[in-house]
């Protein structure tokens, strides 16, 4: 059984900073890749970030040179650290993961295998 639990949204005022945390269990980040999806009410799910097994990163235009992924591969842990947070950047964030992922569908949501719960991020002054 794999469980993905996102943790650390919340009430930000624009500019500031917020940093996400997913807790993983039922598989591990030796293979495929870990990631962050985002949906805002009414809209499609955005690729926000991934970081694949090889700890290659990657990054949605909206969020690239903003947002950190990391992940800690003994802790099962990825997290997601957001700088210089936009109201645009609300919505709800999603943990995934994906054993077998491939690098051409790391940004299409579908493609992912296992989804968490997600998080609400709400950027407002």
């Known amino acids: 059984q794999v469980h993905l639990v996102e943790s650390g949204g919340g009430l930000v005022q624009p500019g500031s900073s917020l940093r996400l945390s997913c807790a993983a269990s039922?598989?591990?980040?030796?293979?495929?890749?870990v990631g962050w999806f985002r949906q805002a009410p009414g809209k499609e799910r955005e690729f926000v970030a991934a970081?694949?097994?090889?700890?290659?990163?990657y990054y949605g235009d909206s969020v690239k040179g903003r947002f950190t992924i990391s992940r800690d591969k003994a802790k099962l842990t990825s997290t997601l650290q957001m700088n210089t947070l936009e109201p645009e950047d609300t919505g709800v964030y999603y943990c995934?993961?994906?054993?077998?992922?491939?690098?051409?569908?790391?940004?299409?949501?579908?493609?992912?295998?296992?989804w968490g719960q997600g998080t609400q991020v709400t950027v407002s002054a």
């Open positions: 995934v993961a994906d054993p077998r992922i491939i690098l051409s569908s790391l940004f299409e949501a579908r493609r992912w295998s296992y």
């Open positions: 039922g598989l591990s980040f030796s293979s495929g890749a």
């Open positions: 970081i694949r097994y090889n700890s290659v990163t």
